[in-house]
């Protein structure tokens, strides 16, 4: 039965965007109009494809429809920052309020490191004249500093080359959005800032790289102090009814497991892949692909009882984890749907899977789990100081064995204390797809989730 689950699910996914032939060569002065835009018709279905009904929280109420009513002169074709930053307003510093339908779509590589001229810029470029990382790592060593927070002109010097990579490298977007990758779009060093960015919809896009210049030494975050980096590769604060779909989330060639220890901690360049904080809400994450990353998607940044209780409320469904390593997600406070993921997860540096956080309500349901050496059903949830978690219908495949269903929660209470409860005390009613049963999910998921798998 479940092999006959795993071929309609496949003809339905692959149903999603009307087929079309290849696109021919985009308008190359960036607008699209209605007679001639270069576009496959597949192409300009996705621009105007709303969130199907019913499709996780971010289909609640109103839905989302993104840039859908765009008129002509509002659709862009993009191969730079600069045409980036100029189709969604014109303006970085002010384009999150510029609420006007529009649809982007992404072709090639757009590199957050270009500078206004098309000149690749480095970290040096960036950086404020009175900061230099040597000069860091002297003065902040614990062994001479001591276990405090940096302070002093070097650490000024530091929040200021911040400032300045975040005028370049984070991405504003403004309410009313679609952005959409045509076959083989790349975002490179770049965030996606979708600040009060209401009714956007991201999809068939690979992220890379979105790296730190200048990461800041938090010697009291944990036993022996962390490396903490600024830039997710998609930030979603202030939001609601957010759709990221189809996306393929990497760190390219720049690894974190690559960097070098300083004060003997890794020396992090990476933030998240999909963070979701600061009273954001009604978000669907769908068929994307996160690959050898390590922090992978945060919701609720905080443990401050306030805002965020009543909020971040997230789909989670269809995704594929390969080889990441923590956050998958980690959740505060939201009611936090994860359905029907395959996770595959392996290597040293692998912490936990699903984080449950202060007041956080997680429904983990009919998740496929492949795990390798060293990596046990014990290790998948964690418990960041929430007290209870739905999970049923998840199965296991550890190294060496057969898949098998198993109790998360109580393969998680057995090795761990205190116990977590095993009912998060709501239940999902916003799954238009068909739930599949756990063992078909890798097949699913390993074919369609990801960049270029939409028909384009």
Not at 81 to 90: D, K, N, P, S
Not at 180 to 188: E, F, K, N
Not at 357 to 374: I, P
Request: glycine fraction near 12%.
């Amino acid at each position: 039965m479940w092999k006959q689950a795993v071929g309609g699910a496949l003809i339905a996914a692959t149903l999603v965007a009307t087929p079309g032939s290849a696109p021919a060569a985009p308008a190359r002065d960036g607008t699209v109009d209605a007679a001639g835009d270069g576009l496959s018709r597949a192409a300009r279905h996705l621009g105007r494809q709303a969130l199907p009904a019913g499709d996780g929280w971010a289909a609640e109420g109103a839905g989302t429809t993104g840039g859908a009513a765009a008129t002509p002169d509002r659709v862009h074709v993009v191969s730079s920052r600069a045409e980036l930053v100029a189709a969604l307003g014109g303006d970085n510093a002010t384009n999150r309020g510029n609420a006007t339908p529009k649809i982007i779509y992404v072709e090639g590589v757009v590199d957050g490191f270009e500078g206004p001229t098309g000149t690749p810029l480095d970290c040096a470029d960036l950086a404020d004249p009175e900061y230099s990382l040597a000069a860091y790592l002297a003065a902040y060593d614990p062994a001479v500093w001591g276990r405090v927070a940096p302070s002093g002109p070097l650490e000024a010097a530091r929040v200021r080359s911040v400032a300045n990579q975040t005028r370049q490298t984070q991405i504003n977007v403004g309410p009313n959005t679609t952005i959409v990758g045509l076959r083989g779009a790349r975002l490179t060093g770049l965030t996606l800032m979708l600040d009060g960015a209401h009714n956007t919809i991201v999809r068939n896009l690979t992220f890379d790289d979105a790296r730190d210049c200048f990461p800041a030494w938090s010697p009291t975050d944990g036993e022996a102090g962390n490396w903490n980096s600024q830039y997710d590769q998609v930030s979603v604060r202030r939001s609601e009814h957010v759709w990221i779909d189809h996306n393929t989330f990497t760190d390219g060639d720049n690894p974190d497991s690559g960097q070098p220890l300083r004060f003997g901690r890794p020396y992090q360049v990476h933030d998240g892949s999909v963070d979701v904080t600061h009273t954001a809400s009604l978000v669907t994450v769908s068929y994307n692909r996160f690959v050898g990353r390590d922090k992978v998607m945060l919701i609720g940044s905080s443990n401050t009882v306030g805002p965020d209780v009543g909020r971040l409320r997230v789909s989670v469904r269809h995704n594929l984890f390969d080889g990441v390593l923590q956050r998958l997600p980690r959740v505060r406070f939201g009611q936090v749907d994860v359905w029907n993921n395959h996770y595959r997860l392996a290597g040293d540096g692998f912490a936990y899977a699903i984080g449950v956080g202060v007041q956080s309500a997680v429904v983990a349901e009919h998740n496929f789990f492949s795990l390798g050496a060293g990596v046990a059903a014990a290790d998948l949830l964690y418990d960041w100081g929430g007290t209870a978690v739905t999970t049923r219908g998840n199965w296991v495949r550890a190294a060496g064995d057969r898949a098998r269903p198993v109790d998360l929660v109580g393969a998680y209470n057995a090795a761990h204390e205190p116990d977590l409860a095993p009912d998060a005390g709501w239940t999902p009613t916003l799954r238009r797809a068909p739930v599949l049963p756990a063992p078909a999910v890798p097949a699913v998921v390993g074919a369609l989730a990801g960049a270029d798998r939409l028909p384009l």
